[in-house]
């Protein structure tokens, strides 16, 4: 039997419903989102993320520096929006041009309005157990499990990826959830056999397809967060081959994707809720 279809469309569109539903009640949840530079996929996934802030009713502020810009300029603005009570949430798309050093410009979102999550207080306190703003790829990963009754407690859960974005912090969440976990990276020795014990797979590498039908283990649920554009369009890490064998597999696109949108936009309701003091945010 083909594996259950883990629709990340129509959960997101949910989430976003409820989130929607949140703004009204808190009145104003303010978002700045901050391009910088001419990258053409990061145009996209601005764009998209703009207009479902919009969409929910969030006061988006889609601010752009040129190519050219530089650290000083952007870690300016940075401080600006930080100071900005207008704005609970700052947004820096990745990647930014290679005059300029990510993490000095990622460090300097205030952590409470960092809704990425990948400031190192939040990346700490994820570590530790104790999240408070969480990657929206991770998170959306969480969801889709958990809106398919799939508890990884005690579970074998094999993550193929370890940057911070995705990786790490998806390992991180999954043992919080009590599963255990496998980091798989670029060095590891016989994926295959390691892709083989999950009961919970995530693959966010970037290698369409390198996730084959003969490495999972049946009835598994696997979840492609890899993305590439081929000309034959887009291509997640899973082959759609491994739908005959998984329990639960996302579509690519339509799965991960859409989740990471609908996930940032309950960031932005989250750091509204930190900056009024209704979540407690501790005091550094
Ligand atoms: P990244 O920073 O490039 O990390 C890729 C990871 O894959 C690295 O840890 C790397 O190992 C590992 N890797 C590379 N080749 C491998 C191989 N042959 N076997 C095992 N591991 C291998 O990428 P990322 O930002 O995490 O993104 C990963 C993918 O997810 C990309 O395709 C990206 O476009 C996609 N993505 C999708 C969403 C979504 O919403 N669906 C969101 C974010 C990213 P090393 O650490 O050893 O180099």
Same mark, same amino acid.
């Not at 990948?118 to 408070?132: F, Q, R």
């Not at 974005?165 to 969440?173: E, K, T, Y």
């Given at each position: 039997?083909?594996?259950?279809?883990?629709?990340?469309?129509? =959960?997101?569109?949910?989430?976003?419903?409820?989130?929607?539903?949140?703004?009204?009640?808190?009145?104003?949840?303010?978002?700045?989102?901050?391009?910088?530079?001419?990258?053409?996929?990061?145009?996209?996934?601005?764009?998209?993320?703009?207009?479902?802030?919009?969409?929910?009713?969030?006061?988006?502020?889609?601010?752009?520096?040129?190519?050219?810009?530089?650290?000083?300029?952007?870690?300016?603005?940075?401080?600006?929006?930080?100071?900005?009570?207008?704005?609970?949430?700052?947004?820096?798309?990745?990647? =930014?041009?290679?005059?300029?050093?990510?993490? !000095?410009?990622?460090?300097?979102?205030?952590?409470?309005?960092?809704?990425?999550?990948?400031?190192?207080?939040?990346?700490?306190?994820?570590?530790?157990?104790?999240?408070?703003?969480?990657?929206?790829?991770?998170?959306?990963?969480?969801?889709?499990?958990?809106?398919?009754?799939?508890?990884?407690?005690?579970?074998?859960?094999?993550?193929?990826?370890?940057?911070?974005?995705?990786? !790490?912090? *998806?390992?991180?969440?999954?043992?919080?959830?009590?599963?255990?976990?496998?980091?798989?990276?670029?060095?590891?020795?016989?994926?295959?056999?390691?892709? !083989?014990?999950?009961?919970?797979?995530?693959?966010?590498?970037?290698?369409?397809?390198?996730?084959?039908?003969?490495?999972?283990?049946?009835?598994?649920? *696997?979840?492609?967060?890899?993305?590439?554009?081929?000309?034959?369009?887009?291509?997640?890490?899973?082959?759609?081959?491994?739908?005959?064998?998984?329990?639960?597999?996302?579509?690519?696109?339509?799965?991960?994707?859409?989740?990471?949108?609908?996930?940032?936009?309950?960031?932005? *309701?989250?750091?509204?809720?930190?900056?009024?003091?209704?979540?407690?945010?501790?005091? =550094?």
């Amino acid at each position: 039997m083909p594996a259950t279809v883990m629709d990340g469309t129509a =959960l997101a569109a949910e989430i976003r419903a409820g989130v929607a539903r949140e703004v009204s009640e808190l009145g104003h949840v303010g978002l700045a989102t901050v391009l910088v530079g001419d990258d053409p996929a990061s145009h996209v996934y601005i764009s998209l993320k703009h207009k479902a802030a919009v969409e929910a009713g969030i006061d988006a502020r889609d601010v752009r520096l040129p190519q050219d810009a530089s650290e000083g300029d952007v870690l300016a603005l940075v401080d600006e929006l930080n100071r900005d009570d207008e704005i609970d949430g700052v947004l820096v798309q990745l990647p =930014l041009p290679a005059q300029i050093e990510e993490t !000095r410009v990622t460090y300097a979102v205030a952590p409470q309005k960092d809704v990425d999550g990948i400031h190192p207080v939040n990346a700490g306190n994820l570590y530790l157990g104790t999240p408070l703003h969480v990657p929206a790829t991770p998170a959306g990963c969480m969801e889709l499990l958990a809106a398919h009754g799939i508890d990884p407690a005690g579970e074998e859960a094999i993550v193929l990826g370890r940057s911070e974005i995705v990786g !790490r912090p *998806v390992a991180m969440l999954l043992l919080q959830a009590h599963a255990t976990v496998t980091m798989c990276h670029s060095r590891t020795q016989d994926l295959a056999s390691h892709v !083989r014990r999950g009961d919970i797979v995530v693959a966010a590498v970037g290698v369409p397809g390198i996730v084959t039908p003969e490495m999972v283990k049946p009835g598994a649920a *696997v979840l492609d967060v890899g993305l590439t554009r081929t000309e034959a369009g887009i291509r997640g890490d899973v082959d759609p081959a491994v739908a005959e064998v998984a329990g639960h597999l996302t579509p690519m696109p339509g799965g991960t994707g859409p989740m990471t949108i609908a996930m940032l936009l309950r960031s932005s *309701v989250k750091a509204a809720r930190f900056r009024r003091g209704v979540l407690a945010y501790p005091s =550094l």
